[in-house]
């Protein structure tokens, strides 16, 4: 499984960004998709997460009703999506995508990972 991020960039407080994570390979072997973040410092956290062609999702509390995780199907590749609305400055770290064989709920190691890419949010 490939996942090649794309959408980081600078941004002040209040505004948007929209990232994307195109995975391709062995789609078959997917089962939850994820969001996660690491800030400078900081351990890296799950973020948001989702199961694969369904409709079941899970949220950080501090993100919950800001960030919208999503899916788009094209082809033999899956488009994960993060819209990440009234960013804060606390959002700001490097932001990777993933995926996992288990489901969501019960997914103690994500196998695959892209490169991340990275998040500011900062006046």
């Known amino acids: 499984v490939q996942l090649v991020e794309s959408g980081g960039g600078w941004v002040q407080p209040g505004g948007s960004l929209r990232l994307s994570c195109e995975i391709s390979?062995?789609?078959?072997?997917?089962?939850?998709m994820a969001w996660h973040r690491q800030a400078p410092g900081k351990e890296r956290e799950l973020v948001a997460a989702?199961?694969?062609?369904?409709?079941?999702?899970?949220?950080k509390d501090s993100v919950s009703g800001r960030f919208s995780i999503s899916e788009d199907k094209n082809g033999k590749t899956v488009s994960l999506k993060l819209q990440m609305n009234r960013l804060r400055s606390d959002d700001s770290a490097t932001y990777y995508c993933?995926?996992?064989?288990?489901?969501?709920?019960?997914?103690?190691?994500?196998?695959?990972w892209g490169q991340g890419t990275q998040v500011a949010v900062s006046s």
């Open positions: 993933a995926t996992c064989s288990a489901g969501w709920a019960v997914c103690t190691e994500y196998d695959f």
């Open positions: 989702k199961t694969r062609a369904g409709s079941g999702t899970w949220y």
């Open positions: 390979g062995d789609i078959y072997r997917v089962n939850a």
